[in-house]
C-alpha cells in the first residue's frame, strides 16, 4: 500500500472540492429536469420539453384551408345553379312579361313591339268589338243589322289593329308606372307575385288583378320566345267599340228607322 502524507490527502480534499464546485456551476442548460410534481398529460408551458404546442399551431392552416374550399365550392354551386336558372326563366311567359314591363318602364317601343303581336291581338278581339258594338243598339238590333256590323267590323282591321296597339301601350305603361322604375332583374323576380300566370304547352295565360278590374293577355310560345297573342281589358274594349261605332250605322238613325217602320198602318 502506498503511503500518503497528511499533507497529500489534504491536497486531495482540496481538488474534490474544487471538482464539485465546478460541476455545481455548469450552466442549467446542460441539465435534464423532470417534474415529477405534475399531473399525467400536462404539457409544459415553456422550456425545450414543450413539444405539443407547434403541433397545434400547425393545424390552423389545414382548418382554415378546408374552410376556404368549402365556401368556394357552395359559391360556385350558387352561380351555376343560378345561371342554368336563368337560361330557363328566360324561356318562360314570365321572362316575357318581364321584358314587356320594363320596356313599358324605359318607354323602349323597340323592345316593346318584339313582345306584342299586333296582328293577332286585333283578329282575337274582331269578335269582342261586334258584340259590344252590338249591344249598344239596343231593341234597334235586327238580324240584318247585326249582319251588316259582323261584315264592317274586320274590315276596319288595319285601323282597328293601330288603335289596339295605342290602347295596349296606354294600359301596360299604366300598370307599369305604379310599381315605379326598377332594375330589369327585380322586375323579372318580382312578376310572378303581380301576375298570376298557366302554362299548357305552348299557350298561356296571364291575369294581373287590378284593384276595379283585371287584365288578361293571352301568350303563344314560337320555339323559347312568347308573345302576346291576346289582350282582355274591359276599359280597352270599351275605348276600341268608341272608335269603331264612328263607322258603324247612326244608332238614331237605326231608332228613326225602327220608329217608322212600327207607325206604318197595316194594309187591310
Known amino acids: 500500500m502506498e503511503y500518503s502524507s497528511p499533507a497529500d490527502q489534504k491536497n486531495r480534499v482540496q481538488i474534490s472540492k474544487h471538482k464539485f464546485q465546478m460541476d455545481a456551476n455548469e450552466p442549467i442548460r446542460k441539465r435534464i429536469v423532470i417534474n415529477l410534481d405534475s399531473p399525467p398529460g400536462t404539457v409544459p408551458r415553456s422550456g425545450p420539453q414543450s413539444y405539443g404546442t407547434p403541433r397545434q399551431s400547425r393545424r390552423w392552416p389545414k382548418v382554415i384551408a378546408i374552410i376556404l374550399m368549402l365556401l368556394f365550392v357552395v359559391v360556385l354551386a350558387s352561380a351555376v345553379g343560378g345561371y342554368f336558372w336563368w337560361r330557363h326563366y328566360q324561356t318562360t311567359p314570365s321572362y316575357a312579361i318581364a321584358m314587356i314591363i320594363d320596356a313599358a318602364q324605359r318607354n323602349d317601343m323597340a323592345s316593346f313591339e318584339k313582345q306584342i ?7 282575337n278581339m274582331i269578335s269582342d268589338v261586334s258584340q259590344k258594338a252590338a249591344t249598344r243598339y239596343g231593341i234597334a238590333l235586327s238580324g240584318t243589322l247585326q249582319k251588316q256590323i259582323d261584315a264592317m267590323v274586320p274590315t276596319l282591321l288595319p285601323r282597328l289593329k293601330d288603335t ?3 290602347e295596349v301601350v296606354k294600359e301596360v305603361k299604366e300598370f307599369a ?3 315605379g322604375p326598377k332594375p330589369f332583374i ?7 307575385t303581380l301576375v298570376n300566370i298557366t302554362t299548357q304547352g305552348d299557350k298561356a295565360t296571364a291575369i294581373a288583378q287590378l284593384p276595379n278590374r283585371k287584365i288578361e293577355l293571352g301568350l303563344d310560345r314560337s320555339a323559347d320566345l312568347w308573345k302576346v297573342t291576346a289582350f282582355k281589358d274591359d276599359v280597352l274594349l270599351q275605348r276600341v267599340v268608341d272608335n269603331v261605332m264612328k263607322d258603324l250605322p247612326a244608332i238614331g ?6 220608329l217608322k217602320s212600327l207607325q206604318k198602318p197595316k194594309k187591310k
Open 177 to 179: 308606372a305604379k310599381s
Open 164 to 166: 289596339i296597339h295605342q
Open 186 to 192: 327585380l322586375v323579372a323576380v318580382a312578376v310572378p
Open 253 to 258: 238613325g237605326v231608332d228613326s228607322s225602327l
Open 117 to 123: 303581336d299586333d296582328d293577332a291581338i286585333a283578329r
